[in-house]
């Protein structure tokens, strides 16, 4: 990324010391320009395209708030940092207001404005990464809805349905209808396309664009002559049908795989095909039908190229724990001797080189029977307590050993929690974030910490609180905050630094938020015997 950035002073040797002691070729900014007054700040704009504005707030021929307005209206992307050499509540407000990106007193340090700079690259950047996202998925949803329907998918969607009976002269003679390009001997591979897993935080539309560009790239790739087609059957599977000559299977493994490295670099997903031999139309069905079963069982989910015809995995189920100790740990609120029992099965359930689908079904039912017990013992509803779970498909049967070892523990941290109210799941979310209040925690970080989904953890926190997760960690830091502003003389910039907050126009736009005003003021009515309204947090 090679950017740019505007100075913007009515003084020019501050100009000029900005200009002297930034790294800008450290920074990645290609052109640095600079203006006296909003009037020439404007012209510069009108001319190029500027990431970065750098801009002082008190001006003598216009105010930089007012340069401000101008640029979110002409230049929405540009990024905004404010210098100043008065903390004007006035202006700060403003700033905040008009989503400015930092401010900065003066004299401003250098190496505290070239790390801020960085940050609001950064932001630029993800910004111009999200506009190119959503221009390529609108390129793709145009695509779609130009797309006609095709006779010869249709034709495939019945041969594989079973609707057509192949062989059959209807069945000639549509392919001559609809110039199905078949080899000479008459004979086409299948490869069943199978999507893992996709991106996380899809928005509403995005599953179909992505698997519609998935079948795009598997024509560019996987059928580069057009001697093929790329269908996808009402069940939702995405199959390829390879009309031309045999190839060698080095060059068609070599296709497969750029095809599953695309998904992975290009489309953030993870793939694996499933390729068949060549049959003759009568045999397609059944071919297409061998695929998904190996697709089935195949738990492991590593994102390959799999071949049919390869030895099935023995039928044999291994040996299990006995869930009656697993029970009496439950009861006794032995919860990490569980965990750690429950993750060694997973880890020896993998090494099994005969691992298939019925292993993970025979541990489910085993695991799901003792757990039903220990609630018809204790008189709790199994219903009632996993309906969270099962509202967000989670209740189902897992298929990966990831997903099996996610669903027994999420399983046992409930029941453990409802038995065991003392060392609730939420006493330890409560902890965890006690422990981390000067740091940048994530959802994911907790939800990992007490082995629950993301999603269910925080409606079992709000359910337990009445407080979203969210908001009960901001409480938290500006409660801290708050008695640190007004019990000690410590910069408030200091505070904010050491709750994890960098960037204090955030800082001070949260706080407002719970207190009803700035911390400067919290602070000065301190000094002056009085305090804010309100002494504890409004969320």
């Known amino acids: 990324m090679n950017a740019t950035a505007l100075i913007v002073d009515d003084e020019h040797y501050a100009i000029m010391g900005i200009r002297d002691g930034i790294d800008w070729e450290a920074l990645r900014i290609a052109d640095v320009y600079d203006a006296c007054n909003v009037r020439q700040a404007m012209r510069v704009f009108e001319e190029r395209s500027i990431d970065i504005l750098i801009c002082d707030i008190e001006m003598p021929r216009g105010t930089g708030i007012e340069l401000l307005e101008w640029v979110n209206e002409h230049s929405p992307r540009t990024e905004t940092i404010f210098l100043t050499a008065h903390a004007e509540f006035g202006f700060v407000q403003r700033a905040v207001q008009l989503d400015s990106f930092d401010y900065m007193l003066k004299p401003v340090d250098f190496a505290a404005l070239q790390a801020t700079i960085a ?143 695309h998904g992975k670099t290009e489309l953030g997903c993870q793939v694996a095909c499933y390729v068949g031999e060549r049959v003759g139309l009568p045999a397609l069905k059944g071919m297409y039908e061998q695929l998904l079963d190996m697709e089935y069982d195949n738990v492991r989910k590593s994102g390959q190229v799999y071949w049919s015809g390869s030895a099935k995995p023995e039928r044999d189920v291994p040996k299990f724990p006995a869930f009656a100790a697993w029970q009496i740990w439950i009861e006794q609120g032995k919860r990490a001797e569980l965990e750690k029992e429950i993750r060694k099965t997973v880890v020896e359930l993998g090494g099994d080189p005969h691992l298939h689908a019925g292993t993970i079904q025979a541990f489910y039912h085993g695991y799901l029977q003792m757990i039903h017990y220990v609630l018809q013992k204790n008189g709790l509803s199994a219903h009632e307590l996993f309906r969270e779970l099962d509202e967000r498909k989670e209740g189902a049967m897992p298929r990966t050993l990831a997903q099996l070892e996610h669903w027994a523990i999420a399983r046992m941290d409930i029941v453990t929690g409802q038995l065991h109210r003392q060392d609730s ?115």
């Open 119 to 261: 940050r609001a690259l950064a932001s630029v950047e993800k910004e111009r990464e999200l506009a190119s996202m959503r221009e390529q998925y609108a390129a793709y949803r145009e695509l779609i809805e130009r797309q006609k329907s095709r006779h010869a998918d249709r034709f495939w969607h019945d041969v594989l349905e079973g609707r057509v009976r192949a062989g059959d002269e209807e069945a000639e003679r549509l392919m001559r209808e609809y110039a199905i390009p078949l080899s000479e001997d008459r004979r086409m591979r299948p490869i069943a396309l199978s999507v893992e897993s996709w991106p996380q935080e899809l928005e509403s539309g995005d599953e179909d664009v992505l698997d519609y560009a998935l079948r795009e790239a598997a024509m560019r790739t996987l059928v580069p002559d057009g001697r093929g087609a790329i269908i996808q059957t009402k069940q939702g599977v995405n199959v390829a049908l390879i009309y031309a000559d045999e190839e060698s299977r080095e060059a068609l493994q070599t296709r497969c795989t750029a095809f599953v490295e």
């Open 425 to 539: 799941i939420v006493r330890r979310v409560q902890c965890y974030i006690a422990d981390h209040l000067n740091e940048t925690v994530k959802r994911e970080d907790i939800a990992d910490h007490v082995h629950l989904n993301q999603a269910y953890l925080s409606r079992l926190f709000k359910k337990e609180t009445g407080v979203s997760l969210t908001d009960y960690m901001l409480q938290e830091r500006m409660k801290l905050a708050h008695e640190l502003i007004r019990g000690s003389t410590i910069p408030i910039s200091d505070i904010a630094k050491s709750l994890g907050y960098n960037n204090f126009s955030y800082f001070s736009k949260m706080f407002k938020r719970l207190y009803g005003g700035t911390p400067q003021q919290c602070r000065r009515q301190e000094a002056g015997g009085g305090g804010l309204a309100a002494d504890h947090p409004k969320v």
